[in-house]
């Protein structure tokens, strides 16, 4: 007992005597178990949020749908029909079911002056709404749903719509819908954007309305305002298999049980909580990595201590056990650190993630991060730190205490190489564990120390010539370039760390940078205009003359530059040069494209021709038709050959057919904005044909802008503003984006501890160098300049790699893109910014010199008469 005693006792001074250095191999510790507590603590977040209550989330017992069924395109082969309704009414008198509770979901409700993404609208029977859970309404406090829209005419709102119109309660909102009708719909209250039943969908993103069905009937025609899916409720969970069975059974309807929709979700999640994990081990693996640098620093400077302790009776295995206990220690106490900042990191994380997520998180004090925080951290640090502790034990007292050396014993080729292999194994074991794959987990661990052995090899030999390279004058200049490639191991290490966190970052950067620009690109410049309008599917009606009637309308509107109208219709090729296609009759998309005054729409002005002509105002009543380049080499057409098309009937019965002549092929745009497909034909040939809708593209100066919307609003049902569109996409961008860059920081925030870590080992280390320095007359902010450039060459030339990698990348996207799109070209030109990589370098080498300062501010203010009288 007494032993062990000894051990504890010696272990444990051992890490109070580090000071400074043990501070810093904890604060790594920390850091990896922070990342890996915040991320494990978020996974379980999404995971409680998501399937947190079964029977809320999913709607009802069961989910009803219609099943798919081919051979037409009617609206009653998706929506529950009043006979489909009828029978579940039977269900329900049949003891089958005790309830059910329809979901009615519009997509084309218009609000008058709002010109940005379409609300959604769900219609529900509040006597029934929610069959489970609570549909949370944040204003007025205390009431419900069923409480609220009782009444007709009557909506509530959810958050981020409310906000973003600026409601109040009792406010009028004037909408249409599919039958043309305008009503007044009076806000009484604001919601969550959580919706029992609707667990992803775009109201979550772009804002909702819910209202009773009586209210939708006003404004949508009786084949409209049929619901899409159907809750059910069960007497219990006992007959829920029977009782889908029945409802399934010779009917049109297709069920999933709320369990079997958690299933579904928990696929999922369990992905993203494995990423999660990977992601914090990863975070961990950085932390084990300081925890071995501090060791073999700490037991390079006792040698002779431990020689001594030897030369008394202290056996091989009784030093491996002491030191290893010393890492766990150090483990031990950044574990705990580490949990409580992991639980505040998750906090910041978690804003960022219901973001992503478009819906507020579920929070709570999880133990099993933090047991899984403590029990990984604690390992981790034992694992990595038996590497030293092996090289401490090697320690040979006569050797040492004859040459009075303070060098590490080298563990030799083959040990090294097994302890490796261990440690690997039992890091793949650990993260086996937490994904739950043992196997896997192994395979990860492996491949994991492949490619970091070659990042790092890569990096040690660029450090290595970094070193061999001319250097200034300046003597503060040379000793850090010496130092800088002294330990190119330990330097390395920490180089591939910042490297690997700024990679992410930029790449990210430039990603979302370059997907910002060429939307907007597109839209302000390609395609020429900042609003778009259309009819048809609200009323409207998409005849020639009222399309006619339309434009004449809006061109007298204040401040309206330009209108095109344009449209399509969806045919099948019944033969080409009448017979029937190779590959049988299929489905096309006709795009109408509309002359006015010898304009067209958008960029057609300079499109390249591969054979033939284009199309020409003169072409406005012609069945002639424009064909890009991969579909006519695809079907094997030239120009002169006649298309057969008919249009698509909806009501089963036979339409005529309409022939048309090849008279031009294009080459594909490399635009982004093209709303032409692949066959293009005159306006007023897919207005005969019969189309869905009729777009309106216009040009409305920005001063007039806002006056303009309105006033076309009230000619063309739904307008729609680009340039708030294009900030709404935006915003989505940035939050979607946000998630992975928090992820890329935290490495670069590890980076920058190794950086600290590295450089209070080297003061270590360089002790006496430091103290000779300050004996000769070096003063203290030149000792603090070696350092500073030292640590500022980390930073610099893990910020070149990796925002030079970044920047590869992102050009090398362009470079490999594939003309799949139909368009000869990628849609989006990924390019980078000088000025932002400027600012990621300066990132970079900031948070090396910040950590250089914290960790050898103390160290450079010592006496060089202290240093050099122990020494």
Not at 314 to 337: D, H, N, P, V, Y
Not at 417 to 423: R, V
Not at 602 to 619: F, H, M, S, V, Y
Not at 818 to 829: C, Q
């Amino acid at each position: 007992m007494k032993r062990f005693k000894f051990y504890f006792t010696y272990a444990w001074r051992s890490v109070l005597r580090g000071g400074q250095r043990s501070f810093f191999a904890i604060l790594c510790v920390a850091v990896g178990v922070a990342a890996l507590v915040a991320l494990q603590v978020l996974g379980s977040s999404i995971q409680d949020t998501l399937t947190g209550d079964t029977k809320a989330q999913a709607g009802g017992d069961i989910v009803l749908r219609i099943a798919n069924s081919r051979g037409t395109n009617t609206n009653t082969n998706r929506v529950f029909t009043t006979d489909d309704q009828d029978r579940l009414n039977k269900f329900k008198s049949d003891g089958v079911i005790t309830e059910w509770s329809p979901l009615i979901v519009q997509s084309t409700i218009r609000l008058r002056n709002y010109f940005s993404f379409p609300p959604t609208l769900y219609a529900v029977d509040p006597a029934t709404y929610p069959l489970y859970g609570n549909f949370e309404i944040i204003e007025p406090k205390g009431k419900n749903l069923r409480e609220l829209i009782g009444q007709p005419g009557t909506v509530v709102v959810s958050k981020n719509l409310w906000e973003k119109l600026g409601l109040k309660l009792g406010q009028d909102l004037e909408a249409s819908g599919s039958n043309g009708q305008n009503i007044k719909l009076k806000v009484v209250g604001e919601s969550n954007i959580v919706l029992p039943g609707v667990i992803f969908g775009p109201g979550q993103f772009f804002g909702f309305m819910i209202t009773s069905i009586p209210t939708s009937a006003s404004m949508y025609d009786a084949a409209d305002n049929l619901p899409s899916q159907v809750f059910v409720k069960t007497s219990s969970d006992k007959v829920l298999d029977s009782a889908k069975q029945t409802l399934t059974s010779g009917t049109r309807f297709r069920g999933d049980t709320a369990y079997e929709i958690q299933s579904q979700l928990t696929k999922g999640i369990s992905i993203t909580q494995d990423f999660l994990s990977y992601i914090g081990l990863l975070s961990l693996l950085v932390g084990g990595i300081g925890v071995i640098n501090t060791m073999l620093v700490v037991i390079g400077r006792r040698t002779t201590e431990i020689a001594t302790v030897k030369a008394l009776g202290l056996k091989t295995r009784q030093t491996l056990f002491i030191f290893t206990l010393e890492a766990l220690f150090l483990g031990i106490m950044g574990s705990l650190l580490g949990v409580i900042l992991g639980e505040l990191l998750g906090l910041g994380i978690k804003g960022v993630a219901e973001g992503f997520f478009a819906r507020p998180l579920v929070w709570s004090l999880y133990p099993g991060p933090i047991i899984i925080g403590m029990l990984v951290g604690v390992i981790t640090s034992g694992v990595f730190g038996f590497l030293p502790s092996y090289a401490a034990a090697r320690v040979r007292p006569a050797v040492v205490l004859r040459a009075q050396s303070t060098m590490v014993p080298r563990i030799g080729g083959i040990p090294g190489f097994i302890i490796l292999l261990l440690m690997t194994l039992a890091l793949g074991i650990i993260a086996g564990v937490l994904i739950k794959n043992l196997v896997l987990g192994v395979i990860i661990a492996f491949i994991t120390l492949l490619l970091m052995a070659v990042l790092v090899g890569v990096l040690w030999l660029i450090i290595l010539l970094f070193g061999l390279l001319p250097t200034p004058r300046n003597p503060a200049i040379k000793m850090a370039v010496r130092s800088f490639s002294r330990n190119r191991g330990r330097t390395a290490t920490t180089v591939m760390v910042m490297v690997v966190g700024l990679f992410f970052i930029s790449f990210i950067t430039f990603v979302a940078d370059s997907v910002k620009s060429s939307i907007r690109e597109a839209f302000d410049i390609q395609l020429g205009y900042n609003t778009i309008g259309f009819t048809g599917l609200l009323a409207g009606g998409n005849t020639p003359e009222i399309t006619a009637n339309n434009i004449a309308s809006l061109k007298q509107i204040q401040g309206m530059q330009k209108v095109f109208p344009s449209n399509f219709a969806s045919v099948r090729l019944e033969a080409i040069n009448g017979s029937t296609p190779s590959g049988g009759r299929i489905t096309i998309t006709l795009d109408g494209r509309a002359y006015i005054n010898g304009e067209s729409t958008g960029n057609t002005a300079t499109q390249k021709i591969a054979a033939g002509r284009n199309l020409t105002p003169e072409d406005a009543d012609q069945n002639v038709i424009l064909l890009y380049k991969n579909t006519a080499d695809a079907l094997g057409l030239k120009t002169g050959d006649k298309l057969t098309v008919r249009p698509q009937s909806t009501t089963g019965q036979t339409s005529q057919t309409t022939e048309l002549e090849v008279v031009g092929i294009a080459e594909e745009f490399t635009s982004f904005v093209n709303f032409e497909d692949s066959y293009v034909v005159p306006y007023n040939v897919v207005a005969k044909l019969g189309t869905p809708f009729t777009l309106y593209y216009m040009l409305i100066d920005r001063p007039f802008k806002q006056a303009a919307l309105q006033n076309a609003q009230a000619i063309v049902p739904t307008v729609l503003d680009l340039d708030d569109l294009i900030d709404t996409f935006n915003r989505l961008l940035d939050q979607i984006l946000a998630f992975p860059l928090i992820l890329s920081l935290l490495s670069l925030f590890s980076g920058a501890i190794l950086v600290a870590n590295n450089v209070a080992l080297a003061v270590l280390e360089r002790r006496t160098e430091i103290g000779v320095l300050k004996a000769v007359g070096a003063k203290r902010r030149r000792v603090m300049s070696i350092l500073l450039w030292e640590s500022g060459l980390v930073g610099f030339l893990g910020g070149l790699i990796g925002i030079g990698a970044g920047i590869l990348l992102a050009l090398g996207v362009n470079t490999f893109s594939s003309p799949s799109d139909g368009r000869g070209a990628s849609a989006i030109t990924f390019t980078w910014s000088p000025g932002v990589a400027a600012l990621l370098m300066l990132l970079s080498i900031g948070l090396a010199l910040v950590a250089t300062l914290i960790s050898a501010w103390g160290a450079v203010q010592e006496k060089p008469l202290v240093v050099l009288r122990y020494e």
